[in-house]
Nanobody, 126 residues
Framework: QVQLVESGGELVQTGGSLRLSCAASGRTFTFSRYAMGWFRQAPGKEREFVANSRSSGGTYYADSVKGRFTISRDNAKNTVYLQMNSLKPEDTAVYYC??????????????????WGQGTQVTVSS
């Protein structure tokens, strides 16, 4: 069984910064082989792609966060991070961590990810 646990979400002002963390665990889960993704879902909207970190370390971002958000991973700690800077009210959402066993790809589709966390709330006040 694989568990992904997000943390770090909170209320922040416009222009502020937050760092989200996602810790992965599982007896047969080899974190370094997975692509890790961050998605978000605002009230009344579909879940949308934010960022991806491939097993090689390569990254991919949604246009809406490019230049403001940075995804990184620490394979020794089985943890993926999302550094969010210059936050805007439209970044308000529940942020979800996900894992794709096709570690080579940067998928933006929720159906391609095998495991999901429970989410962490990020609220950006104007």
């Amino acid at each position: 069984q694989v568990q992904l646990v997000e943390s770090g979400g909170e209320l922040v002002q416009t222009g502020g910064s937050l760092r989200l963390s996602c810790a992965a665990s599982g007896r047969t889960f080899t974190f370094s082989r997975y692509a890790m993704g961050w998605f978000r879902q605002a009230p009344g909207k579909e879940r949308e792609f934010v960022a991806n970190s491939r097993s090689s370390g390569g990254t991919y971002y949604a246009d809406s966060v490019k230049g403001r958000f940075t995804i990184s991973r620490d394979n020794a700690k089985n943890t993926v991070y999302l550094q969010m800077n210059s936050l805007k009210p439209e970044d308000t959402a529940v942020y979800y961590c996900s894992a794709d066993n096709a570690g080579w790809r940067s998928s933006t589709k929720t159906v391609d990810y095998d495991y999901w966390g429970q989410g962490t709330q990020v609220t950006v006040s104007s």
